[in-house]
């Protein structure tokens, strides 16, 4: 019997044994199976998201067809298979077994990432891409365009409501996009998050450009009422803050949509009579003097530009009587841009402008070939020829768009409206001119030239703009450094070789072929200047705050040939902070060891700054970057090492 009961324990041992090796080989199959199933759902929310991005392109490209009918057939079968795709998606990503193993260590943020990703993809669309759709047929590039100098505000305007939103649900899934939570996720599923951020930014910001050019351009091209528009032709080849001087102007009537040319004029035929400087705030005298209230020449000294609006539109006024609606501002290089869409324009005085030859033609040889007397009227004819072939209805309507946009972005067009709610919306955009905005983690300077040699030598000017940033203190602030480096690119017998209305001829004491330009930097909301440099040596530089924004400015002359670099330190976050600044100009009314201190009324909201990410990119979201002036040739934008060791205290 003992025997017996021994026998039977052992058993019953091998039998709990055997079931607890049952429960957990049937639990590891059950991990393994769920594992297997969750990698497969994974694959195929992944092929449904990717699938939905080329659905996507085909809702694009029938925006533009110019098939009506096709357009719509074929943006509304994109637009379901869009739907298909991103609910699948979602329906893989929110299964039972999914949302359990997102629990999970190490995997479960991926998961996290994916179901977030794939609820923002529903969201789109299911607000903007299914009522996009409805466009499609409807409203097209065509429609933004003139034809017969004639724009069909109607069509536009009946777009405005759908196409607000499509901005609104794009905006918030953008933002939804930019709050997933994938910086530590595996490279596959980042990557397919940072392409969809991506992907979210630039459809939110072209449907928020539509929106508003829908809102906006009915009234704006008189669907209400007549308007005028003052149009300045800024010349990069004698810079001014916002691109050139503006030589050549014309009045643009507008009405129902219909655009004629109706006055053309030289900025030089005002002369200094009239007198708008009572709209110049304190602190733009104290940079810029009175000039830009007096002369129409100089009215786009200050770099913004809805003030060089209202200064343009009052001197205007006084000399003619006429009072415009805004003021549209354009630079040959635009002008190039759009000379794309057009194909060539024969001149009336026989040239023929290329998007090539058009700003070597406008911006250097004309003064070579044309007595000054002669100038303005060939400047004229220019204009005049180019008006009509944007305005003709000949262009390709995309290719146009694309010049516009990227003109635009490169504020090379810029626009101030009369009209308080009209000008409310353009401030918004890179139109307007503004000062630069930092966001959170992303300062962003301004850097603004103007001439000082009295004449078009810039069009030999070249620019290179460095951005960095270090923290050197003890507080923890951080040191941000703009260099500036500039080039003279005439020829090395210019003072013989260019005439004397290109070179200045020495009238406002610099040397023939040699070019002069005032610096400008603006720095982010909140800094304060720290000091200027050359070479490593502190040099005399005056000491403002314009706009809220602590400036400092510098005079820079080079020969021909001849390159220089200043740098411009500032220090960030320092509202009520006391920084040692080195030679301040005295004309400033400051000592050279005066207190550089943004006003705590003057400092905006500030900004969290984030490390330099080495992006060259002026328009960068990320890191530290600059506008800069629109020069005849591109900025050249690129990272700055700041070392502390010699970073002005």
Known sequence: MPGGRRHERAARKRGIGALIGWVIAGFVVAVVCAGVYVGMLALDARDQLQASAGELARVQSSLTASDADHALTTAKDAASSVSASTHRAQSDTHNAVWRAAELLPLLGGNLVAMREASDVAVDASDHAVAPLATLAGHLTPADFTPKGARVDTPVIGSAAGTLSLVSAALGRASSDA????????????????VTLRTQLHTASEEADAAHRAAKLLPDMLGARGPRDYLLLFQNNAETRSTGGIPGALAVVHVDNGQITLTRQASAAEFGGAADATSILPKSTV?????????YMQDVTLPPQFALSGQLARTLWQQATGQQVDGVISVDPIALSYLLKATGPVRVPTGETLTAQNAVKVLLSDSYAKYPVAQQDAFFAGAATSVFRAVTGGSASPSTMLSALARAAGEGRILVWSAHQNEQSSIAETSLAGNLPTSDDGSPRFGVYLNDATGAKMDYYLRATVAVGRAVCRADGKATLAVAVTLTNTAPKDAATSLPAYVTGGGVFG???GNVATQIAVYAPQRAAWLGTTVGGENVTAKAAVDGGRAVSRYTMQLAPGE????????????VGTQTSASG????????????AVVPRELAGNGVDLGVFSGRNDASSAKGISAFVTPLVQGISQKGLSVDCNAAIP
């Open 178 to 193: 930019d709050a997933i939570k994938a910086s530590g996720a595996i490279g596959p599923v980042r990557d397919a998050v």
């Open 286 to 294: 104290a940079l810029y003097g009175d000039l830009p209230g007096r």
């Open 510 to 512: 610099v040397a023939p």
């Open 563 to 574: 390159s220089k670099t200043v740098r411009f330190d500032f220090l960030a976050d320092a």
């Open 584 to 595: 301040v100009d005295r004309s400033s009314g400051s000592s050279s060891a005066a207190m």
